[in-house]
């Protein structure tokens, strides 16, 4: 009887990578050169309740790097494959996918086009609740936001800091994420005092002072009930604003209305946080994104959440979805308007517009892990070959210092033609 979840000799870049899905730990004999990533710790997805991904930012980042570095090593065909795993296959997918869009330059419908036929044994991602999903986001969507974020040029593969993006995201340093670099950060709430119950070392207003100082922030918006006191950001030279609304819902429009009013000075750097900086921040935070620079709602939601896993819960994903179609707000700030050259911009079946250019979260020992261990034993050293950790070795995850990587592939001049 022939497995269905087995994929096998899935081309990804002509003579050089494939991509398979295996029952069995392969060995390298012959031109291939197998190598997978179900067994490093580090791309892997730590889930809040039955969320599984996508990926985070860095892990995508990291995960490009890493795979031309083989690609730079070997002369074999390189065989990037996973296991059977529902979650794990999945992201693998995900992984595999964002590396063809970077590397060939390709749209994410060039990129995922030729895999239209096993795309059903990739589960589509979740949002981070126990409750039934109401809401898939693809992987074309997660392609989508990234395209977008690098025709927005928010994203460049060669100078992304890895470093800095795992260390804002700790929790004794405020568990900060840029979604706009230099423009907006989604960060959770400091407290009066630290540590909270269970233990945990948080940020007060008087240590978030000098991260928020370093980072440039003018401005902080809390969403939530207040866990400080605000005069001390204030006497510090902050302006501070309170849009409060309820944990779990969805902005109501007056609120959306004095955010878009509190954001429209563009010079300014905001801090906008609820209390764990995931749902009503990115929902809001997703608001702008569609109303100001012309995100779908799938785009929009696919960015916050690679930039900051968990984002975006419950009825506040159909909410975004609604909030484009029906315009619930006053017109946008000013902004260059979409290109309408076919060039520029296109639609395919679904709806989705592309530019012309190309966490970890609280670790609370009850919060409980989704993710199955992979059938497969743990690779020995010597069959994937030597693995330095992106995470743990500046040099892996660092740009080089010409803006051109050894290979002669220049990501900063990713422009790329639709």
């Not at 592309?354 to 069959?383: C, H, M, W």
């Amino acid at each position: 009887m022939i497995n269905k979840k087995i994929i096998q000799m899935i081309p990804i870049i002509e003579d050089r990578l494939e991509f398979s899905i295996l029952e069995l730990e392969p060995r390298n004999i012959g031109k291939y050169f197998y190598f997978t990533i179900d067994d490093i710790q580090e791309f892997q997805y730590i889930p809040i309740y039955e969320d599984f991904g996508p990926p985070s930012l860095v892990q995508i980042v990291e995960f490009i790097r890493y795979v031309e570095n083989l690609l730079e090593k070997h002369q074999e065909v390189l065989h990037f494959y996973t296991c059977p795993n529902i979650q794990l296959r999945s992201n693998a997918f995900m992984y595999i996918m964002a590396f063809r869009m970077f590397h060939l330059r390709l749209t994410p419908q060039q990129t995922i086009e030729p895999y239209k036929y096993i795309t059903y044994k990739f589960y589509p991602f979740r949002d981070a609740s126990m409750l039934p999903s109401t809401f898939d986001l693809t992987h074309l969507d997660v392609l989508c936001g990234l395209f977008k974020a690098v025709s927005l040029k928010w994203l460049n593969i060669n100078d992304f800091d890895s470093v800095e993006f795992q260390r804002m995201k700790e929790i004794s340093e405020g568990d900060m994420s840029w979604i706009i670099p230099k423009r907006l950060i989604a960060c959770a709430t400091p407290y009066s005092h630290s540590p909270i119950s269970g233990g945990i070392n948080v940020v007060t207003p008087e240590t978030a002072i000098p991260k928020f100082e370093q980072l440039g922030v003018h401005r902080i918006i809390r969403l939530n009930k207040q866990f400080y006191d605000s005069q001390i950001f204030k006497d510090a030279g902050f302006i501070h604003n309170e849009l409060y609304f309820d944990d779990g819902t969805v902005p109501p429009k007056n609120i959306i209305e004095k955010f878009f009013d509190l954001m429209s000075d563009d010079s300014e750097i905001v801090a906008l946080h609820c209390k764990a900086g995931l749902g009503r921040t990115g929902t809001l935070a997703a608001c702008y994104l569609i109303r100001k620079f012309d995100f779908t709602p799938r785009e929009a939601i696919a960015w916050i959440r690679i930039c900051r896993q968990g984002s975006i819960v419950g009825p506040q994903q159909e909410f975004l979805l609604k909030f484009d179609q029906q315009k619930i707000v006053p017109p946008k700030p000013p902004s260059t308007p979409r290109s309408r050259n076919p060039r520029n911009s296109f639609n395919n079946s679904k709806g989705y517009y592309l530019g012309s250019v190309f966490p970890d979260l609280y670790k609370n020992a009850t919060k409980r892990r989704y993710l199955e261990t992979a059938k497969s034993s743990r690779i020995p050293q010597t069959a994937r070959g030597p693995y330095r950790s992106p995470f743990q070795n500046v040099a892996m995850r660092t740009a080089p210092s010409s803006p051109r990587n050894k290979r002669g592939f220049n990501y900063a001049e990713l422009a790329f033609d639709v």
